[in-house]
């Protein structure tokens, strides 16, 4: 069986106080880190081996006191041998 890469990026609304459990629960989560955060919206990345991890982080994430809610902004899944592949920068014809 091939290993795939999973990556998403989520958008986590929540209560500007809610920030630093999202910041301590993020640190906790392999494979999770936040990108940006904007006031009461953070933009999350998190890449795993399969989805059930990442809609466990994303159910991590909603159950913390002061999260309105976690939204699926992208989903790509690729086999990992292909993500690992050397790129070819010659773009000469």
Known sequence: ?????????LLVQHQPEAAQALDGLLASLPGAEL?????????VLCEGPDEAGLLAAMD????????????????????LHELL?????????
């Open 60 to 79: 991590a994430m909603a159950a913390l006191p002061g999260v309105v809610g976690v939204s699926l902004v992208h989903h790509h899944a690729e086999p």
């Open 1 to 9: 069986m091939t290993a795939v890469l999973h990556i998403a990026s």
């Open 35 to 43: 990108a940006l955060r904007d006031g009461s919206r953070s933009v």
């Open 85 to 93: 592949k050397e790129i070819d920068h010659d773009h000469a014809p």
